[in-house]
């Protein structure tokens, strides 16, 4: 059976004396839904709005249970079962006056479905707590029945399933353990004899350490400096001995060495003469080898540039080819047009450096001729 969809508006008039505690909420003045009614009522409905009857009324009310899910909607008294359901989307409500100027007057996001062979009292269920996770999930299931998964147009059935992204479940404690745990840990504390606690850092550790040894090098010279203050006359006494040995023989070594000097001098002539020599054919030999260094220097970077240059050649290829299977497959005409011009630009491309490759070979067999 095709349901008929039709937008009802109820107003309340407020006066004056509405609520004599001030601390109670304001009454809605308005509120709008979809009303979806079988067929045949339907069409009554909306003979009757169309005609604008006086005792509309009288011939359509709305009845809602204490739930605000349910209710009984009336068709010339005629009842109807209806349940009042959240709408996947939002649709703007616009009222004019002259057909020309439209005013937005509402967001409808519900919907009361009327069935003919509803249950028009339906038992009502308990309210649980909303402390215990179980009954959280009991709320969360009931409120599950009263979602549609479809929208209003036929494009939009079971949009809630198609279009909707499944939100990722975040496993994180909840505040309120946190907070007891917080808590309990701080009672404990209160309770405790003494207590001691300390945060540790790793970056504060390293550097603590790192300051702890120039500490202990810097402290070891004082602390030996100041050893040294209380005898320090005897120990003065001692070093002066000390360098006056140590004078004495490089006194004594200095005479024997004026004498082998004379000796030495006709035997350091011939040693420099045979010492000029070999430097000379080792610089000869360094030359040599020097220049044969540079010339595979010079090779292995020819090596590296005509490497490189096929690479991009391959490249180059792969993207030629990529580029006429496009083609191929296109049968537009103007986009075929423009991917045979970016095609024409690969194959210069793909010359320029089939020529920069054939240069850079010449050069390397010229080099390695050499």
Known sequence: MQNKKTKMTSKIKV??????????????????????????YASTVRRAVQSGSVNLKDR????????????????????LACKLVDLPCILESLKTVDKKTFYKTADVCQMLVCTVDGDLYPPLEEPTGITDPKNKKKDKDKEKKF????????????????????????KYIESPDVEKEVKRLLS???EAVSVRW?????????????????????????????????????????????????????????????RHEDEDLNIMDTEEDLERQLQEKLNESDGARDESEGNNQIVLEFQVQINNVKNKLQETQD????????????????????????????????ERLMEQLASLQEQLDSLIEK
């Open 15 to 40: 006066g004056k004396a509405v609520s004599k505690n001030k601390d109670d909420a304001p009454h809605e003045l308005e509120s709008q839904f979809v009303l979806r009614l079988p067929p045949e």
């Open 60 to 79: 359509l009310t709305i009845e809602l249970h204490a739930d605000g899910r349910h209710g009984i909607v009336r068709v010339d008294r005629v009842p």
């Open 147 to 170: 979602v549609w998964n479809h929208g209003i147009t036929c494009p939009l059935k079971n949009t809630r399933k198609r279009r909707f992204r499944k939100t990722a479940k975040k």
């Open 188 to 190: 404990t504390d209160s």
């Open 198 to 258: 300390e945060v540790i850092a790793e970056d504060e550790t390293k550097e603590a350490d790192n300051h702890g040894s120039l500490a202990n090098l810097d402290s070891s010279p004082g602390t030996s400096g100041h050893k040294l203050g209380h005898g320090s006359s005897v120990e003065r006494d001692e070093l002066r001995e000390i360098f006056n040995d140590i004078s004495s023989s490089s006194e004594d070594e200095e005479d024997e060495g004026d």
């Open 319 to 350: 993207r030629k080819k990529q580029q006429e299977d496009l083609i191929m497959k296109v049968e537009n005409l103007a986009l075929k047009n423009r991917f045979q011009t970016l095609l024409d630009e690969i194959i210069q491309e793909e």
